[in-house]
């Protein structure tokens, strides 16, 4: 019965590849959520720039005109804000991935191991079986002659 050594390690190994692959799902989950909170930032930006020019084209009141440039700063800031936080979780994918791949790496080199191993195990008991079929034909031959 072939039995892996290693196996024990293996499956820590596994783990530490599963949990890694859950690490870089997170990441690309959170990536496209802060890619659409930019997104709806612009659009809100791209209304009250359309709405702006409509305030300055009619009636003004310095007020009004005050609170939307105002309230478009606020919105360029936090457009601004979230481009660097896309950044930052670009960058933990991108660490993620890196993490990932090296305990895709770690995982293959003991299957390649256990591979290894089994071969070898087998080729010795194909070479006990060749033994085992040789001595009973061995055995057989002189109960004939016999």
Do not use: P
């Amino acid at each position: 019965m072939f039995k892996f050594r290693l196996a024990k390690i293996l499956r820590l190994r596994e783990h530490k590849e599963k949990l890694c692959l859950e690490e870089v799902g997170k990441c690309v989950l959170q990536l496209q959520e802060a890619l659409q909170k930019k997104e709806e930032f612009e659009e809100r930006i791209a209304k009250l720039e359309r709405e702006y020019i409509i305030t300055l084209k009619g009636f003004i009141f310095a007020e009004r005109v005050s609170l939307y440039k105002n309230y478009l700063l606020y919105h360029y800031k936090m457009l601004k804000l979230q481009k660097e936080v896309i950044e930052e979780k670009k960058n933990n994918l991108a660490e993620a991935r890196v993490k990932l791949v090296e305990a895709m790496k770690e995982r293959k080199i003991l299957d390649k191991l256990r591979e290894k191993q089994y071969f070898r195990y087998r080729q010795e008991q194909e070479k006990k079986e060749q033994i085992f079929q040789d001595e009973l034909a061995v055995t057989s031959k002189r109960r004939q002659s016999d």
